[in-house]
């Protein structure tokens, strides 16, 4: 007897193998997704992810700095996500990914980042330059980073890819530098540090602590997602025919014949191919 080839199968042959629970019971059977609260608070160190190997291995080795105008000066630029996580790290998809950000962060001459050391270093938020997280946009850059401990990335500037995977994940993004020595000194921070300019959409998914606790909240009924804007009559509009709408979106088919590819062209040209008509 070979195994289920499907779900039906399988409560056929095992009666007690069935499982007639759909996606939206699942979600509304968790316990409820509210938002977080008003204010956070912050318990950890800072690393400063910075242009000097000496200064982020004594970081490392227990000694806590302060954001000096000499320590900013030395902040990195362009840190991409491959500096974040290197290419061979991305196979790991699990809390595994906490024990290797940063080991291409280059420092001078010199990678003095290794692994296991953030993680170890009980960081909670790490600082950096201009265009934090440019690069490809590979997700198991944030997710290595709050493996490891941070919850909070600061940088004079994000890329917005990056960004929105840290936001998705449940990672706090900011551009304000003040927040430096209110976390350090354990203040409660307003939540709205942290969404003030977003849009609703991604405000929910900020104040929810992430995308999947936002689409669970959705589901619950806790949250309602508001309508796409190009898709609603604006006051002294016109309202959009359904052509103009597939314009706007770029997709629906095309209004004049045009030259088919792939498989398809193939089936066209090819005598082989083509179907009966």
Do not use: W
Not at 218 to 224: P, W
């Amino acid at each position: 007897m070979g195994c289920p080839r499907s779900l039906a199968e399988a409560s056929l042959k095992y009666p007690h193998f069935q499982d007639t629970t759909s996606h939206h019971d699942r979600f509304t059977a968790f316990p409820a997704r509210r938002k977080a609260a008003p204010e956070i608070r912050f318990e950890g160190r800072i690393l400063f992810l910075v242009d000097d190997p000496e200064l982020i291995r004594r970081q490392l080795a227990g000694k806590d700095f302060e954001l000096t105008g000499e320590v900013r000066a030395k902040l990195r630029d362009n840190i991409s996500t491959d500096e974040i996580t290197p290419a061979y790290i991305c196979y790991y998809y699990d809390e595994t990914l906490g024990l290797y950000p940063y080991l291409g962060l280059k420092a001078g001459s010199e990678f003095p980042i290794k692994q296991g050391s953030v993680k170890a270093g009980g960081f909670v938020a790490s600082v950096s330059g201009r265009r934090r997280g440019k690069g490809s946009s590979r997700e198991q850059s944030p997710y290595a980073e709050m493996m490891a401990g941070i919850r909070v990335v600061l940088a004079e500037n994000i890329e917005r890819i990056y960004r929105e995977n840290c936001q998705n994940l449940g990672v706090f993004t900011s551009t304000n530098f003040e927040l430096v020595e209110r976390i350090r000194r354990g203040e409660a921070i307003p939540l709205s540090e942290f969404t003030e300019g977003a849009d609703e959409i991604t405000r929910g998914i900020i104040e929810h602590g992430g995308l999947f606790n936002y689409n669970v909240a959705r589901l619950q009924g806790l949250v309602k997602t508001p309508p796409v804007a190009c898709h609603r009559d604006q006051p002294g509009e016109v309202a959009l025919d359904a052509h103009d709408v597939r314009h706007l979106r770029g997709s629906g088919e095309p209004d004049t014949p045009q030259p088919l590819t792939g498989l398809e062209g193939q089936r066209v040209n090819s005598p082989l191919l083509r179907r009966p008509t």
